[in-house]
């Protein structure tokens, strides 16, 4: 079981949102990046992209350094590191931002 970021102890069920979230989050591989919308949006939730990165902040284990903004941005008072994980992956960063969007768009059907 995930463990809860805030407290250190284990964490609390997921939420069918959580659950789905996580589920598209696990799917993102070395040198993918996608935006906090793209996952809201996969994880069959459009327009909820804050929760995705609520859901980021809140749970460890994720690969929350391979989502960005949907301009590219980087997570504010993490641009350092945010930008050396992506580059040890291979992903260009500029001032910023993620300089090439890589994340290979998966079709349902």
Known sequence: MARDSRTGG???????FERAVAAV??????GEVATY??????AGYPRRA??????????DGYPWWRVVTSTGRL???????????LAAE???VAD???????RQRRRAG
């Open 37 to 42: 919308g793209e996952v809201a949006e996969e």
């Open 90 to 92: 291979g992903v260009e």
């Open 10 to 16: 284990p964490a609390h069920p997921l939420t069918e």
């Open 25 to 30: 989050l696990d799917t993102l591989g070395r």
């Open 75 to 85: 997570v504010p008072h993490h641009t350092r590191r945010h930008a050396r994980l």
């Open 50 to 59: 804050r929760a995705v990165g609520r859901f980021l902040a809140t749970h």
């Open 96 to 102: 910023g931002r993620v300089v090439a969007m890589r």
